[in-house]
C-alpha cells in the first residue's frame, strides 16, 4: 500500500511540474505576440497632405492677370485624393488622384486628363497597363507561423537582403490644372484625402485661385462748374471708377509738378487748394495691378491772390483840385504769388459813391491781365466834405481788390494804432491792447469790435464799442483792453473823419492756455495685439486749436506713423505733442506684441490609440492670457466657460472618438487641433491571451510587407501592456515553482 501510494505522489508531482513547464511557455509566447499584434493594430495613424502649387501673384496682390497653371501633386499611397473646382459661375470640375505600386526600374506615373482622377504608368514599348496590386491573402499567408516559431519578417540577413532588391517605389500622382479651368473672378479648389473602401476624410484644404483678365474703367471727375473753371478757393473734386472683376484698389491722380495723390477704393476727394493751375490726370488700378486709360479733366485755375490797383488823382494824392480832377487807375493780374493768374473780368469805378464807369472783358479765349483807365472827377465837394472815389477790380477766379480815394476834402485819413499784440500772433498769456485812433481834423465815427472763438464752439461778438465809449484824447480817441480767455481772437477797427475818409485796420491773434490732446494711446495700454501699425494722422491724433507738432518714440527710437512692427514682446509707446503757444502735452502706453499662437496639452491621450474600459479626456493651455475656446466631441460641442483654460472629462463608453479642440490668447492668436482614438471593452486574462493568438493563427492579425518590426516603433501604452502581461507571467510562473517546492518537501519521507 504504502508504495503504490509513493509511486502515485510520485506520478502527480510529474503532471503537475510538466504542467506548470506548459503554462510558462505558453505565456512567454502570448506576451510576444501580444506586443507584435499591438504594434500593428496600434500604430499611429500617420499621412502625406496634398501639396497645391501656385504661381505667384503680383506684389501685395492675391489677384492673377492672367489664369495660372495650378499644379496637385498627390505622395499618399493608403489614400485617394481629390479635388473640386467651383468657378464664380456655378460650373463645378472634380478629379482625383491614385497612387500604384510600381517596381523601382519603371517610369514614374502620369495622370490622365482633369476631371478623370486616373493614374497610369507608361510601358518601355509606349503602351500603358495599371500597376497591379498584391492579394491580401498573400499578405496574410506571409505572417504565418512555419512552426519554428519565426514568421517570414525574421528571416536571415541574406534572404532579407534578396527580397529588398524587389522592394517596390512609390512615385507621386500629379494633376495640372490648366489657365483654361479657371474664369474671371474667385475659384474654390477645394483638395481633400479619403481612406478606401471606407470613405473616411483625412485631410481638407482650400484654396482660392482669383483672376481678372480685365482692366478697370476710366475716371470720372465731379465739382462745382464755373466761368472758364476758375476758383479762387479751395474747393473738392470727386474722383470714381469701376472695375467689374476685381474691384478698384485705387486711383492715382496727378496733381500738377510731378505731384501724385492716391485714393484707395473705387472713389474719393481730391482737394485742390489755390496754387493750382493745368488739368488733373488720373488712372484706376484694380486689386490684380492692372492700370486702366489715363483721363483728363478740363483746365482748372485756383488762386486766391487779388489783382493789383493803382488810383493817382490829380498832381498828388490828397491834393486840393480845382473844379475836375484826373484819376488814373491801373490794374494788374500780376501772379506774383504762384506764377500764375486768372485774369481780370471787370473793372468798376465810383464817384461819391455812385457808380461811375465800368469795362467788362468777356473772352475766354484771350485773357487779359493788366489794363489802364483814365477819366475826370467833376462833382464838387460840398460842406468842406470830401468826395471819395473808389475802384472794384474783379478777377475770373472772384478774387476781389477794393480802392479808394477822396478828392477836394482832406489831406490824410484817420490813423489806427493797435499796440500790446501783432497781428497773428500766438501766446499763452493775457493780452493788453491800447487801440488809439488819431485825425488831424474832425474825427466822426469810430467802432471797435471784438469776436472770439472758443475752441469746440461758435463765433461770438465779445465787445462792440463806439465813438462816445472811448476816452477822448483831443487829436482822436483811445481804448485799453484786457483779455484773458483761451480763443482765437479777431478785431477790427474802423474810423472815419468828417471829410468822409475811411480807415481799418484787423488783427487776430490766440490765447492757447491749454496743452494739446493727445488721442488713442491710452487706449494701446495693457493691450495684447499680433503687430503694431499707428495710422492716426496729426490733426486726428493731437487736439488743438491752434498749430502744433508731436513726435513719437517705440522703445526709446523715434517711431514714424504707418511703419509696422511684428517683433514679439513688451513695448513702450511715447508721444510729446507743443502746439504753438508752448503748450506741451506727454502720453505713454506699454503694450504687448504676441503673434505665437497658443500650446494645447493633451495629457495621456494620443492621436490613434486604444484604450481599455475607459480614459480621461484632458486639454488644458498654460500661457498667459490663454484660454480653451471651443471643444467637440464626435461633433457634439461641450459646454465652457468664458475664460476656461482646463477641460476633463472620462469617456467610459466605448466606441471611437474624434476631439477637435480650439485655444485663444489675448492677442486674437487662435490655435486648433484634432486627435482620434478608440474606447474597446476589456475581457478576463484568457480572453486577452487567447484572442490576439487566435487571431495570429488564424491568419486574420495584420502582417508586415515582408520587413521585421521594430519593437521601439511600438506605442507606449502598447509597451506598457505588453510589460505588464510580462511581469504577470513571471509571478505565475515563480508562484508555481514555490508551490511544487513545496508539495515535494511535503510529500518526502
Known sequence: MKNKRTRKNRKMRVIMFLNAGVLLMFLCMTVSVLGASSGFAEKTEEYSKPEIVCPETGPGSEWYQNAPEVTIIHTEPNAVCRYLITAPSGKKTEGELRIEQTEETEQPMETGPVGEGKTERPDEDGTSESGDEDEPGDESESGADDGTGQEEGMQSDGQGEQEGDHEEKQEPAVAVIGPETWEEGENLLTVW???????????????MIRVDESGPGKVTFSYRDTEGGCFSSSFKVAVAASDTVSGVKEIVCGVGGGKKELIEGSQGILE??????????????????????KSESSRICCEDEAPMISLETGTGENVWQQKTAAVRIRVDESGEKYGFASGLKSITYYIGGQAAGRREYSSLEKAVFTDTLEFEADRPSQNGEGVPVMVHVLDRAGNTSVKIKELFVDSEPPVIEIKGIEDSVITGEDVEMEIKVSEENILSECMICICHTAPEEETKEIISLTLEDCDSTGQGVEKDIVLEETGRYECRVTAVDAAGYRTERAVSFTIDRDSPVIRYVDQMNGANIRFFQWNYGKEEMVRDFTEHSYSMYLDREPYFSGEMVTEEGERLLEVRAEDAAGNVSFAKAVFTIDHTPPVMYWGELKDGETYDDSVVLSLWV???????????????????????RIFEYKITEEGTYTVKGEAEDLAGNRKEEEIYFEVRESGDLAGKVIGPVKRIFSGNAESGSGRSTDMESVSNGSGMRAVTVLAAAGCCAVACAFAAKRLKKKKSP
Not at 489755390?274 to 488700378?285: D, H, L, N, Q
Open 193 to 207: 484625402l479619403e481612406t478606401e473602401p471606407e470613405g473616411r476624410q483625412m485631410h481638407r484644404q482650400e484654396r
Open 622 to 644: 498654460d500661457g498667459a492670457g490663454e484660454w480653451i475656446r471651443d471643444i467637440d466631441i464626435n461633433g457634439e460641442p461641450q459646454k465652457l466657460s468664458a475664460d476656461s
Open 272 to 293: 485742390i487748394t489755390p496754387g493750382f493751375e493745368g488739368k488733373i490726370t488720373a488712372y484706376a488700378v484694380d486689386r490684380s495691378g492692372r492700370a486702366g486709360v
